[in-house]
């Protein structure tokens, strides 16, 4: 049973950093790719980003890159998602999925596994 387990959302003001992480659980994710999505309100959930497990290679929506960096660490089963010079646009609820490592990165329904969520607010 794959559990993916997300922490570090809070308020933040525009200009500031987070740092989301997800913890995985049951089972080995070698063969895995490891995703960041994006859900606010009244939108459809968006890619944000993603890592493979074993390359390490990374993926990043156009609105993120050069401002986030997903990266994990093997031993702990942790995947990060370290935000920097948030904006108000940023705001979101934050998901971390999970899949096999192939077909597109950025689409959602292709991840049959995902975590519940937290919360990412920025201020103006």
């Known amino acids: 049973q794959v559990q993916l387990v997300e922490s570090g959302g809070g308020l933040v003001q525009a200009g500031g950093s987070l740092r989301l992480s997800c913890a995985a659980s049951g089972r080995t994710f070698s063969g895995y790719v490891m995703g960041w999505f994006r859900q606010a309100p009244g939108k459809e959930r968006e890619f944000v980003a993603a890592v493979n497990w074993n390359s390490g290679r990374t993926y990043y929506a156009d609105s993120v890159k050069g401002r986030f960096t997903i990266s994990r660490d093997n031993a702990k089963k942790t995947v990060y998602l370290q935000m920097n010079s948030l904006k108000p646009e940023d705001t979101a609820v934050y998901y971390c999925?999970?899949?096999?490592?192939?077909?597109?990165?950025?689409?959602?329904?292709?991840?049959?596994?995902w975590g519940q969520g937290t919360q990412v607010t920025v201020s103006s």
């Open positions: 999925a999970a899949k096999i490592s192939s077909g597109v990165y950025g689409n959602k329904y292709e991840y049959p596994y």
